[in-house]
């Protein structure tokens, strides 16, 4: 089955420490983003990146870092210079360029806990 | 830039009821629109989208929007809601044609909750 796999599912952080987060998919899809969810705040881009080696920053990448050496493999990392963590984290991918696609596809979410 | 406003964070509504979620966008250029679903501790799920074409859309589970260019709106609606219905409702805007990573703008999402 094609499809984008986030681990693990509940991840739970030290103060001061770096968490990397998985997202996987094999859907053959060029672009892969990061995202932030807090409640009634809805969704927030933290970083996307069109291609392999490359990406950028979107709304809130203060505190977090990725890398893109794989087609699918997008990992975030968040560092201890996020000083407000704790939300889920959802990764999502899509393919450009094809008329009557454009949408994203979605993980089913890493809910990290800072302690 | 563009910009999504869901002006209802919760809509009650009883098993059978038709509803209403309502989305308002923002651009100075054309855009595509999306309604995505995502039910509890879980990821986002395409209900529907508009690119061109038709104003009203359909989508999965039943559901379906309708373009307003002129009123900027992209409103969800059901004639007759289920308890499956339950779930946050996020309404998503993009620019149209630009042919890179479909940057995607959100709204606050809308908590549709349906009682017997």
């Known amino acids: 089955d094609g499809g984008i796999t986030q681990s693990p599912k509940y991840l739970f952080r030290k103060e001061g420490q770096n968490v990397t987060l998985s997202c996987e998919q094999n859907?053959?899809?060029?672009?892969m983003y990061w995202y932030r969810q807090d409640p009634g705040q809805g969704l927030r881009l933290i970083y996307y990146s069109q291609i392999v080696n490359d990406f950028q920053k979107g709304d809130i990448a203060e505190g977090y870092s990725v890398s893109r050496e794989k087609k699918e493999s997008f990992p975030l990392t968040v560092t201890s210079a996020q000083k407000n963590p704790t939300a889920f984290y959802l990764c999502?991918?899509?393919?450009?360029?094809?008329?009557?696609?454009?949408?994203?596809?979605f993980g089913p979410g890493t809910r990290l806990t800072v302690l | 830039a563009q910009s999504v406003t869901q002006l209802d964070s919760q809509v009650p509504v009883f098993e059978e009821a038709p509803v209403e979620l309502r989305c308002n966008y923002s651009?100075?250029?054309?855009?595509?629109l999306f309604w995505y679903v995502q039910y509890p501790n879980q990821g986002l799920q395409l209900l529907l989208k508009?690119?061109?074409?038709?104003?009203l859309v359909k989508g999965i589970n039943g559901f379906e929007a309708e373009f307003n260019k002129s009123q900027t709106s992209f409103h969800l609606r059901k004639p007759s809601v289920h308890i499956s219905d339950t779930a946050e409702y996020f309404c998503?805007?993009?620019?149209?044609?630009?042919?890179?990573?479909?940057?995607?703008?959100f709204g606050t999402g809308t908590r549709l909750q349906v009682t017997l």
């Open positions: 651009s100075s250029v054309s855009v595509y």
């Open positions: 998503a805007v993009r620019e149209a044609y630009t042919g890179t990573a479909s940057k995607l703008t």
């Open positions: 999502a991918s899509s393919i450009e360029g094809i008329a009557g696609v454009n949408e994203q596809f």
């Open positions: 508009y690119l061109s074409g038709s104003t």
């Open positions: 859907l053959n899809h060029d672009a």
